[in-house]
């Protein structure tokens, strides 16, 4: 069958004049995709109740990819939806994938499954504004449509879907279902991405169905707290849940989570050692705080069985299955919503064990390529002892000094998985750290860096070569330490992340790197410890 398409080009308008419309009527050429959208397809869903306050056209839910060219980066076409169908409060419904006259109705519906599925929607349609075909991901069927279903339609279907799978231990109150409840935004302010939003819906859905143990996997970098935040802003605001504790194991983590929850304002309290606030609905605290005390009269066990309606564990993967476990146990009416980066593996299966599969996963590869997350250029560096190994024999009869305690017993030969584990080596640690200064001179001395290091002893050694080759610039704190045992760790970190403040300009640490902290400003990544291929 013969196809005709009409040129691309300064024609290819919406707006052009009836006139011209009829013309290209009367020659038999059909709409492109633009005048199809407003000719035909937009009537037909203003016809089934789709006003402007639940249409959003041309909704770019990822930012592109970014990708290197020489030392410049650029980004890639981002995803979009042609037609966003959503209630008036943001609750995404539906989309629709718009085709020219050219096309069958059915024609874009892959496309628009495939970005259902991403925005977490149960129904898609493709149509070239005469043909509407539909896929219900309820049923897992496609059909033929005359017309496109009503905002009612749409929403008692999601409703009799959630029905079926409800068998809540507790009734949804009055003020409303929570899945339906707006999200908190800032006036002016950024809505939350497409897989947050997901996120948050999915959570909240096995939620109201009954189940008591939810966990979340989202990389490092994707919002985890922000999300745990809408969850809770939601599940309080619908009134399905009152008090709320969210559990970390660092103090910058507990306070970095108690500052996103900041709209909830004086409704927010801490719990540290010796004091057991119950006044409030928000509360934060670490697991070293809620254990510490006698057996039988830790912190935790001073609170009612049944005081708290939902506990957060933040990066529940590392964060002592034991402790946390004994917590929760204690609260056994809560709904327990774990949250991870780390995606299930043998160190970390009794995590996954306890909360079951995720509710939603976002990876580190998706984040990046959706463009959420910066790609990045790697600058490998080998020393001569990591590539060989270090033989003591060969490092005495060349001159080393080296100190053995009484109490070791030397092993032969030592590798990189032992350096500054098992044996310090300041030599290759000042070799480092000059290579990496000379980078940071070719590009910027005053560029953001976090070092990562093996332990704490090194983080400390790292901070010392780097401050002495940066002390020309006149700052006493280019170089600082940032470890959960650091007294004023709070501090520096807090100064490390405003982006206003010049210094301190290089943060060694060792454990940042297994809770995640958001540092805006940080332009280089650095590892001075094995990390896993």
Same mark, same amino acid.
Request: charged letters at 25%.
């Given at each position: 069958?013969?196809?005709? #398409?009409?040129?691309?080009?300064?024609?290819?308008?919406?707006?052009?004049? $009836?006139?011209?419309?009829?013309?290209?009527?009367?020659?038999?050429?059909? *709409?492109?995709?633009?005048?199809?959208?407003?000719?035909?397809?937009?009537?037909?869903?203003?016809?089934?109740?789709?006003?402007?306050?639940?249409?959003?056209?041309?909704?770019?839910?990822?930012?592109?990819?970014?990708?290197?060219?020489?030392?410049?980066?650029?980004?890639?076409?981002?995803?979009?939806?042609?037609?966003?169908?959503? $209630?008036?409060?943001?609750?995404?419904?539906?989309?629709?994938?718009?085709?020219?006259? &050219?096309? &069958?109705?059915?024609?874009? /519906?892959?496309?628009?499954?495939?970005?259902?599925?991403?925005?977490?929607?149960? *129904?898609?349609?493709?149509?070239?504004?005469?043909?509407?075909?539909?896929?219900?991901?309820?049923?897992?069927?496609?059909?033929?449509?005359?017309?496109?279903?009503?905002?009612?339609?749409?929403?008692?279907?999601?409703?009799?879907?959630?029905?079926?799978?409800?068998?809540?231990?507790?009734?949804?109150?009055?003020?409303?279902?929570?899945?339906?409840?707006?999200?908190?935004?800032?006036?002016?302010?950024?809505?939350?991405?497409?897989?947050?939003?997901?996120?948050?819906?999915?959570?909240?859905?096995?939620?109201?169905?009954?189940?008591?143990?939810? @966990?979340?996997?989202?990389?490092?970098?994707?919002?985890?707290? %922000?999300?745990?935040?809408?969850?809770?802003?939601?599940?309080?605001?619908?009134?399905?849940?009152?008090?709320?504790?969210?559990?970390?194991?660092?103090?910058? @983590?507990?306070?970095?989570?108690?500052?996103?929850?900041?709209?909830?304002?004086?409704?927010?309290?801490?719990?540290?050692?010796?004091?057991?606030?119950?006044?409030?609905?928000?509360?934060?605290?670490?697991?070293?705080?809620?254990?510490?005390?006698?057996?039988?009269?830790?912190?935790?066990?001073?609170?009612?069985?049944?005081?708290?309606?939902?506990?957060?564990?933040?990066?529940?993967?590392?964060?002592? *299955?034991?402790?946390?476990?004994?917590?929760?146990?204690? *609260?056994?009416?809560?709904?327990?919503?774990?949250?991870?980066?780390?995606?299930?593996?043998?160190?970390?299966?009794?995590?996954?064990?306890? %909360?079951?599969?995720?509710?939603?996963?976002?990876?580190?590869?998706?984040?990046? $390529?959706?463009?959420?997350?910066?790609?990045?250029?790697?600058?490998?560096?080998?020393?001569?002892?990591?590539?060989?190994?270090?033989?003591?024999?060969?490092?005495?009869?060349?001159?080393?000094?080296?100190?053995?305690?009484?109490?070791?017993?030397?092993?032969?030969?030592?590798?990189?998985?032992?350096?500054?584990?098992?044996?310090?080596?300041?030599?290759?640690?000042?070799?480092?750290? $000059?290579?990496?200064?000379?980078?940071?001179?070719?590009?910027?001395?005053?560029?953001?860096?976090?070092?990562?290091?093996?332990?704490?002893?090194?983080?400390? /050694?790292?901070?010392?070569?780097?401050?002495?080759? %940066?002390?020309?610039?006149?700052?006493?704190?280019?170089?600082? #330490?940032?470890? &959960?045992?650091?007294?004023?760790?709070?501090?520096?970190?807090?100064?490390?992340?405003?982006?206003?403040?010049?210094?301190?300009?290089?943060?060694?640490?060792?454990?940042?790197?297994?809770?995640?902290?958001?540092?805006? &400003?940080?332009?280089?990544?650095?590892?001075?410890?094995?990390?896993?291929?």
């Amino acid at each position: 069958m013969p196809i005709v #398409r009409r040129p691309k080009g300064p024609t290819a308008r919406s707006n052009r004049p $009836e006139a011209v419309f009829r013309a290209y009527r009367e020659k038999g050429m059909p *709409f492109n995709e633009a005048d199809t959208r407003a000719k035909l397809i937009d009537p037909k869903l203003r016809a089934a109740g789709w006003d402007e306050t639940r249409i959003r056209r041309e909704f770019y839910y990822t930012q592109g990819r970014v990708y290197l060219v020489g030392d410049e980066h650029r980004r890639k076409t981002p995803k979009k939806v042609d037609y966003l169908l959503q $209630e008036p409060n943001g609750y995404k419904l539906a989309l629709v994938e718009a085709k020219d006259e &050219s096309h &069958s109705p059915g024609d874009g /519906l892959q496309q628009a499954m495939a970005y259902a599925q991403a925005l977490g929607l149960m *129904f898609a349609y493709s149509s070239n504004g005469h043909g509407i075909e539909e896929f219900d991901f309820i049923t897992n069927r496609q059909s033929a449509r005359e017309e496109f279903p009503s905002p009612t339609e749409i929403q008692q279907r999601y409703t009799a879907y959630h029905e079926t799978r409800a068998k809540p231990v507790k009734k949804v109150a009055a003020t409303g279902n929570p899945l339906l409840q707006p999200p908190w935004r800032e006036p002016g302010g950024k809505e939350l991405r497409y897989y947050q939003d997901v996120a948050v819906r999915r959570t909240i859905e096995d939620i109201v169905s009954g189940k008591k143990r939810v @966990l979340l996997t989202m990389a490092t970098g994707t919002g985890k707290t %922000f999300v745990a935040f809408q969850i809770a802003w939601k599940l309080i605001k619908s009134a399905y849940a009152r008090r709320v504790l969210l559990l970390a194991d660092r103090l910058f @983590l507990r306070d970095q989570a108690y500052n996103t929850f900041a709209p909830f304002g004086d409704a927010r309290d801490i719990i540290e050692e010796g004091k057991t606030p119950k006044t409030r609905d928000i509360y934060f605290s670490i697991y070293q705080s809620m254990y510490s005390g006698d057996e039988g009269r830790r912190l935790y066990q001073q609170y009612p069985r049944d005081f708290f309606d939902l506990i957060v564990v933040d990066e529940c993967h590392r964060s002592g *299955f034991g402790r946390w476990n004994d917590i929760l146990q204690h *609260f056994p009416n809560a709904i327990q919503f774990g949250m991870t980066a780390t995606p299930k593996r043998d160190d970390n299966i009794d995590t996954y064990h306890y %909360f079951g599969e995720p509710a939603y996963s976002y990876s580190l590869g998706q984040g990046i $390529e959706d463009g959420f997350l910066a790609t990045y250029k790697v600058h490998r560096v080998y020393t001569t002892v990591d590539k060989h190994g270090l033989k003591l024999e060969d490092a005495r009869t060349q001159g080393a000094e080296i100190y053995v305690p009484p109490d070791v017993q030397p092993r032969p030969m030592y590798e990189t998985p032992q350096f500054e584990r098992e044996i310090t080596l300041p030599d290759r640690t000042a070799i480092m750290c $000059e290579h990496l200064a000379g980078l940071l001179r070719t590009f910027d001395p005053m560029q953001k860096s976090m070092v990562f290091c093996v332990n704490m002893e090194h983080a400390n /050694l790292v901070r010392k070569e780097l401050q002495n080759r %940066f002390a020309y610039l006149g700052f006493p704190d280019y170089a600082v #330490r940032i470890v &959960s045992e650091e007294p004023d760790a709070r501090a520096l970190l807090e100064r490390f992340q405003d982006s206003d403040r010049r210094t301190p300009v290089a943060a060694t640490t060792a454990d940042l790197l297994t809770t995640g902290v958001d540092v805006p &400003s940080v332009r280089n990544i650095v590892f001075m410890k094995p990390i896993a291929a």
